[in-house]
């Protein structure tokens, strides 16, 4: 039963973000070979002003392990 939760900057559409999700279901469906009904998504809108603090620091710099495909941008920089 996978869950996806995508943290992106705020601006995009409720249309785009339906495309996102229905796009990534599709993936999931074909990559893992699971059925619709078990695939949830989620979409959380995070300020640029707290990216580093809210998704960086916890989702990414404290967890490397578990990012398969990491940023080409250093908030720090």
Do not use: C
């Amino acid at each position: 039963m996978p869950h996806l939760i995508v943290k992106m900057l705020p601006g995009r559409t409720e249309d785009q973000k339906r495309k996102l999700a229905d796009a990534l279901t599709q993936a999931v469906i074909e990559t893992l070979n699971s059925q619709d009904k078990s695939i949830s998504v989620s979409i959380e809108d995070i300020a640029e002003s707290e990216w580093t603090q809210k998704v960086y620091i916890p989702d990414i710099q404290d967890k490397p392990d578990l990012v398969y495909k990491k940023p080409g941008y250093d908030p720090f920089a």
